[in-house]
Each structure stands twice: as C-alpha cells, then as structure tokens.
C-alpha cells in the first residue's frame, strides 16, 4: 500500500473547513482529487487502488451539514489493496542471489547474455573474468543500479527492480571504482555512512580498521589508492551485512593487508553470511571461496567448485625414461596435447583423470614421474585460451 499518511488526509480536511467560502457541494473537488489519485497510480505503473493520498470519506464525515453528492454518501469504503511485494523476511530463501536468463545491452554492444546463476546463502562465491567480460555489468544489475533489457535477478528472494530498498537494507558493497567526500576525514567519512545504516558496532568498526590498518585522521582526498580501497572495504563490511557484494576488493592492496582482508571474508562466511566478490585475480578466489564462476563475453563458461574447476582442467606430467622416449603411445591418448621432448623427458599437458598416462608409463621404465596440479591461474588460461564458450548451467 501506498500512502502519505491518515495525517495528510486530516490536514487537508482541516484546510477545507477553515476556508471561509465552504461550498455546498464536496463532489466536484472529490472527483478532481480521485482523478489526480488515478493520475498517479497510471505514471507510476501501480496497480489501481494501492495508492490513498487522501480519506475522502473523512473529508466527508467532517464536513456535517453540508450537502454532497448522493453518489458520495453511498460510495462503499475502499477495499484495501493485494500485496504486490513480498516481504524479504516472510518466506525462508535458501538462494542468496539467483538470476534467469539476465541479460543486458548498452545499444549495440553486449553486456552480459542469457546469465543463469544460483549463489546460496552462507556460502562464497567468485566470479571470474578479464576486464570487459561482464563482471561489473553483472553487479550492477543486481544493485539495481541499471535494468535489465531480459531477463530477471533476485535477491534473497526479492526481484531486483521490485525493491531494490529492501535489498540494499541487507548487503554491503564495495565498487570497484567509487568517489568520496573530498574533505572527510576517514573517521568523519565512517561515521556518515554508519549513521545512514541506523549505527555500527563501535568495536568491530575499530577493529576493521585496526586489522585493515588505516589512519583514519587523514582527509580522503590525501589517501593513496590503497588506502581508499581500504576505507571502501570498511564501509561495506563495518554493519555486518548479510551480503557482500566485492567488485576487484583487493586492488591496491599490499600483500599483507590482502591476507588480512582474506582472513575477514573468511569468517564473514563462518558467520553464516554471503559472499560475492568478482575478480580477475584467481589466487583470491582459491583461498576464500567455495565455487567459482567464469565468465568470458558476457557469457558464462564454467560454473564449479574451486576443487572442481581445477580437477577439471589440466595437469602438466613429466616422464623421465631410462631409454627411448615413446612420444608416439602417448599422443595417441584422449585428453593429451602440448608433448615436447628434451632428450629423456617427456613433458605433456593433460586434460581430464591422468590415469591412462599412470597405465601407459608403466609399459616402460620410467627412472622419474612428476605431476603437478595446476593453478588456478593456468586453469583460468585453459579455460579461456582452448575451450569454446558454452552457457554454463548448475
């Protein structure tokens, strides 16, 4: 229901019976102020009968004595108006985040294309990408902050162009690129946006900034780039969100700040509380998330645990023979690409369970066999360098 409040509607009875012309007839400015009610409802696109800006009826009642209209006095109370929102709280929700088919383009040019994606509650998720591929595009919708041309996005079971307030309400977030007050201080700048969250826990707010180690007496506009990314990570987690929402939170971050804010999302997580942190830095994902997404034009590629996505992308094997090197028998092997051999080493690339080059090595003498799971980061390049892009679905 929409409404200014059963005050605005006495107030505006109030004006009528203190003008000193009273006339003898109500229906005509009724009429006028149910036609601008009407009016109302049709620019914002609501459903008829939500919106009460005034309580004709009061009006009504107050004006004792005074003639109206028959069609008035019979005019039945307002029935009130269906919900048309859910409230966050009223229905258990085991998805954080869930988008369907989310698509978004600037004009011609593509943002993100047909995105299925489900982040459950409690857990940490990364969401991977080269500059350009969609990351930000991604966060802005689910912010709310641009719509999208198809498609839907939710947010703890909320549509996010449905209200967005609620949702805001219940996550903290940093951009990737954001501007300040110039002239705040880093103390001035964290207590504004502690007072627009209703207060802080004065404890963990010091604390954050204790472990993040900033000094908060300097202006923002002195800060150095790493320490306003600071000031932007203690702004997001200083009410303790539900959600966190970290678009490339690490940049400009020394190496020792990063294990510390790596050690904070981690026990935001332990805390039961959602993370979602879009990188292009896949060190960060393998030491705070559970699952990982990657994206590359817009699309989806691979959705998958952090284990998961590095089991299946490759191996590099190194075989050392006592005699001739069979480079022959292992071509021929399904998942086997990049051989070179330096006089008795073989050294291959292997995709998928490494087991029929175990078997095959075992055909021969072999004085020395190396395997080496990969990085993250030489899944990342696999993934983006060898593999054909397909929508991911989970």
Same mark, same amino acid.
């Given at each position: 229901?929409?409404a200014l409040?059963?005050g605005?509607?006495?107030r505006l009875a109030?004006?009528?019976?203190?003008?000193?012309?009273?006339?003898?007839?109500?229906?005509?400015?009724?009429?006028?102020?149910?036609a601008?009610?009407?009016?109302?409802?049709?620019?914002?696109?609501i459903?008829p009968?939500?919106?009460?800006?005034?309580?004709?009826h009061?009006?009504?009642?107050?004006?004792?004595?005074l003639?109206?209209d028959e069609?008035?006095r019979?005019?039945?109370?307002?029935?009130?108006?269906?919900?048309?929102?859910?409230?966050?709280?009223?229905?258990?929700m085991?998805?954080?985040?869930?988008?369907?088919?989310?698509t978004k383009?600037?004009g011609?040019?593509?943002?993100i294309?047909?995105v299925?994606?489900?982040?459950?509650?409690?857990?940490?998720?990364?969401?991977?990408g080269p500059?350009?591929a969609?990351?930000?595009?991604?966060?802005r919708?689910?912010l709310?902050?641009?719509?999208?041309t198809?498609?839907k996005a939710f947010?703890?079971?909320?549509e996010?162009t449905v209200?967005p307030?609620?949702?805001?309400k219940?996550l903290?977030?940093?951009?990737?690129?954001f501007?300040l007050y110039?002239?705040?201080?880093?103390?001035?700048?964290?207590?504004?946006f502690?007072?627009l969250?209703?207060?802080?826990d004065?404890?963990?707010q010091?604390?954050?900034?204790?472990?993040?180690?900033? !000094? $908060? %007496?300097r202006?923002?506009?002195e800060?150095?780039?790493?320490?306003?990314?600071k &000031?932007?990570? #203690?702004?997001? *987690?200083?009410h303790?969100p539900?959600?966190l929402?970290?678009?490339?939170?690490t940049?400009g971050?020394?190496?020792l700040?990063?294990?510390?804010?790596?050690?904070?999302?981690r026990?935001?997580?332990?805390?039961?509380r959602?993370?979602f942190?879009?990188?292009?830095?896949?060190?960060?994902?393998?030491?705070?998330?559970?699952?990982?997404?990657i994206?590359?034009?817009?699309r989806?590629i691979?959705?998958?645990?952090v284990?998961?996505l590095?089991d299946?992308?490759h191996h590099?094997?190194?075989?050392?023979f006592?005699?001739?090197?069979?480079v022959?028998e292992?071509?021929a092997?399904e998942g086997?690409? !990049? $051989? %070179?051999v330096?006089?008795h080493?073989?050294r291959?690339?292997?995709?998928?369970? &490494?087991t029929? #080059?175990?078997? *095959?090595?075992?055909?021969h003498e072999v004085?020395?066999?190396?395997?080496r799971?990969?990085?993250?980061?030489e899944?990342?390049?696999?993934?983006?360098?060898e593999?054909e892009v397909e929508?991911?679905?989970?």
């Amino acid at each position: 229901m929409f409404a200014l409040g059963s005050g605005l509607g006495d107030r505006l009875a109030e004006l009528i019976l203190s003008r000193p012309e009273r006339p003898q007839n109500l229906g005509p400015l009724i009429a006028r102020l149910r036609a601008w009610e009407e009016g109302i409802e049709r620019l914002l696109g609501i459903v008829p009968g939500t919106l009460e800006l005034y309580d004709f009826h009061h009006i009504e009642l107050m004006r004792t004595g005074l003639l109206q209209d028959e069609a008035d006095r019979e005019r039945p109370p307002r029935e009130p108006a269906p919900r048309t929102r859910p409230h966050p709280e009223r229905k258990a929700m085991t998805a954080a985040i869930k988008t369907e088919q989310l698509t978004k383009h600037y004009g011609s040019h593509r943002g993100i294309v047909e995105v299925d994606l489900e982040v459950l509650e409690g857990e940490a998720f990364g969401f991977l990408g080269p500059n350009g591929a969609g990351k930000t595009t991604m966060i802005r919708l689910l912010l709310d902050h641009i719509r999208p041309t198809e498609g839907k996005a939710f947010v703890f079971g909320i549509e996010t162009t449905v209200d967005p307030v609620a949702i805001h309400k219940r996550l903290g977030y940093l951009p990737g690129e954001f501007l300040l007050y110039d002239r705040l201080t880093g103390a001035q700048t964290l207590e504004y946006f502690a007072n627009l969250r209703d207060g802080v826990d004065p404890g963990y707010q010091a604390q954050l900034v204790e472990r993040l180690d900033v !000094d $908060l %007496s300097r202006r923002f506009k002195e800060y150095s780039k790493g320490n306003k990314q600071k &000031i932007g990570l #203690i702004i997001a *987690l200083q009410h303790r969100p539900d959600l966190l929402i970290l678009d490339e939170p690490t940049s400009g971050l020394d190496p020792l700040v990063q294990q510390e804010f790596f050690q904070v999302i981690r026990e935001a997580k332990a805390e039961g509380r959602t993370v979602f942190m879009s990188s292009h830095i896949l060190s960060e994902v393998e030491r705070t998330c559970d699952r990982v997404a990657i994206i590359r034009e817009g699309r989806l590629i691979k959705v998958d645990r952090v284990e998961g996505l590095r089991d299946l992308a490759h191996h590099q094997v190194e075989l050392t023979f006592a005699g001739a090197v069979p480079v022959g028998e292992f071509e021929a092997v399904e998942g086997v690409s !990049d $051989l %070179s051999v330096q006089d008795h080493i073989l050294r291959m690339r292997v995709f998928g369970p &490494i087991t029929p #080059i175990v078997k *095959l090595a075992a055909r021969h003498e072999v004085t020395d066999f190396v395997s080496r799971e990969p990085s993250l980061e030489e899944t990342f390049l696999a993934e983006y360098g060898e593999h054909e892009v397909e929508a991911a679905r989970t």
